[in-house]
């Protein structure tokens, strides 16, 4: 048995990538996108029906050049979206864009405009996860738009106050980024810090033994990998998003893993529970340098990323 059949017994392995081919190869349930992905993945042979289809609707829409850039680049999101929703049994991610990040009534309406476009293609609500900066806006616009059946995946998570946050504001799905915690831990220490000791491992673990032990549905969805060491640490988390190189390596190697993540063990744990209003959030994420730092960092680079592919989309627009 390969590693990664293995790591399927025990938790639900996701595909990182808009690459429609790679989702085909490895057969995930779930997929997640984001606005670099689908950039690279647009700009290949193949998939130029998609940009092509994309270019037409934007050119439907009255307005300014940016306005039909703004519906290019969201109508491209939803087309990738609906071809990868024909290969995975579960769900797909699609990222509301980082400019948002900090706009609640803003997010609700892309939210919702994104979910109309997916209905409209004969997708229903429940096989798309919207896709949200956790920050404290973003949290709030999540619960609103889960009170309307609009399934939420939030992104950019680094702090246990954060996890807590989404937990009460009954999010459906969160992804910790154990990669950009342990990059930030290694730069900061001048080491290699050794697997076991992973602090992006430690991360997850402890969000979802918190989760178990006192009964929140939110899914955890570990992300943002490194190595393979973070991975097989993980097994038995509810979902883990790879890349496909890893997901290779995964698939190369011969292995049976063990769950080391299991809700039994997170019931017995120690863990008192914690309530999370909006000052005590800003305090309490405000005091962990490492997800302030991260959390900013990344909302610049995923908005970076917007910003080459509405420079990509503006080209074709004009």
Not at 21 to 44: F, V
Not at 95 to 121: C, N, Q, T
Not at 127 to 144: D, F, M, P, Q
Request: net charge neutral; aromatic share 8%; glycine share 6%.
């Amino acid at each position: 048995m390969s590693m990664l059949d293995s790591l399927r017994t025990h938790t639900v392995v996701v595909a990182d990538t808009g690459d429609i081919g790679q989702i085909a190869r490895y057969k995930p349930r779930d997929a997640t996108t984001n606005p670099s992905l689908l950039g690279k993945a647009a700009q290949q042979p193949e998939y130029r029906p998609l940009v092509e289809e994309a270019l037409r609707y934007s050119q439907s829409i009255s307005g300014t050049t940016a306005e039909r850039t703004a519906a290019f680049t969201d109508r491209l999101a939803v087309n990738f979206g609906t071809e990868i929703l024909k290969l995975v049994p579960g769900r797909v991610s699609t990222e509301v864009p980082a400019s948002y990040s900090f706009d609640m009534a803003g997010s609700v309406a892309k939210a919702r405009a994104l979910i109309a476009m997916y209905e409209k293609a004969g997708i229903a609500r429940e096989r798309v996860l919207i896709k949200l900066g956790s920050t404290w806006e973003g949290i709030k616009a999540a619960e609103v738009l889960e009170c309307e059946g609009i399934h939420c995946n939030m992104t950019l998570l680094f702090s246990f106050a954060q996890a807590v946050a989404c937990a009460e504001a009954k999010v459906t799905l969160i992804s910790p980024f154990v990669g950009r915690i342990y990059d930030y831990w290694r730069k900061e220490k001048g080491v290699e810090i050794p697997v076991d000791e992973d602090p992006g491992v430690a991360s997850v673990t402890q969000i979802y033994n918190y989760y178990k032990k006192f009964d929140y549905k939110t899914e955890v969805m570990g992300a943002s990998f490194r190595k393979i060491g973070q991975i097989l640490l993980l097994s038995g988390c509810d979902l883990l998003t790879i890349a496909p190189d890893l997901l290779a390596e995964l698939q190369k190697r011969e292995g049976t893993l063990e769950a080391r993540l299991n809700v039994a063990a997170a019931r017995a744990s120690d863990m008192q529970k914690v309530t999370m209003n909006e000052q005590a959030f800003r305090w309490a994420h405000n005091e962990d340098a490492m997800a302030t730092d991260k959390l900013a960092a990344g909302i610049r680079t995923f908005h970076q990323d917007a910003l080459k592919l509405e420079a990509w989309a503006s080209t074709l627009v004009e």
